[in-house]
């Protein structure tokens, strides 16, 4: 996605520009799917809570076009901060550090994570009876889609097997931004 500049006034300015765009990236990225999953967790189970979800039953849309409004809802309700992503995304690109290419992908992919998330949210919703056992599934789910359980397993095994992380030290950047994101 992202490719280091081969030529530019400011090199090192475009470096480091590169890095902090892959640093907002992952944390904003990050808390924008973790809010959707959450929204997603709360949206069938809280109609169940008010007993609003019988007045919804009575109306002629079908159980998928209410889950699909509810879907919507998850996606564009973080509007703000898919801006400012885009707005780091159009400003690393503005500046070099990001090609155009790099910022087509994510625009191409962004929305089917968003998308998985959301879903994982929902599902939870329609799967459990109170919005506070659903927004743990998800959480676990979300964790679980993101690769904490990985990491969480790899460091694990690293430091009880005596293996020192400082062997991967000398991994390229490309790699470790790569094995991050899995």
Not at 1 to 30: A, K, S
Not at 97 to 112: E, H, I, K, R, Y
Request: glycine share 10%.
């Amino acid at each position: 996605f992202i490719e280091r500049p081969q030529n530019g006034l400011l090199p090192r300015l475009q470096d480091d520009l590169q890095h902090w765009v892959r640093v907002v990236t992952i944390g904003l990225g990050h808390v924008l799917f973790l809010l959707a999953a959450i929204q997603g967790a709360g949206a069938v189970t809280r109609e169940k809570e008010l007993d609003t979800s019988t007045g919804l039953m009575t109306t002629p849309l079908t159980a998928w076009e209410m889950l699909r409004a509810k879907y919507w809802g998850c996606m564009l309700s973080r509007r703000t901060l898919l801006y400012t992503l885009g707005g780091v995304w159009a400003l690393g690109v503005l500046t070099g550090s990001v090609t155009v290419v790099g910022f087509a992908a994510f625009l191409a992919m962004f929305p089917f994570y968003l998308t998985g998330y959301s879903w994982i949210g929902l599902c939870c919703s329609t799967q459990f009876r109170t919005t506070l056992s659903a927004t743990f599934a998800s959480v676990a789910s979300s964790a679980l889609a993101s690769g904490l359980g990985a990491c969480i397993g790899c460091c694990g095994c690293a430091l009880l097997g005596g293996m020192s992380l400082s062997m991967f030290r000398d991994v390229p950047d490309s790699v470790s931004y790569a094995v991050f994101c899995l």
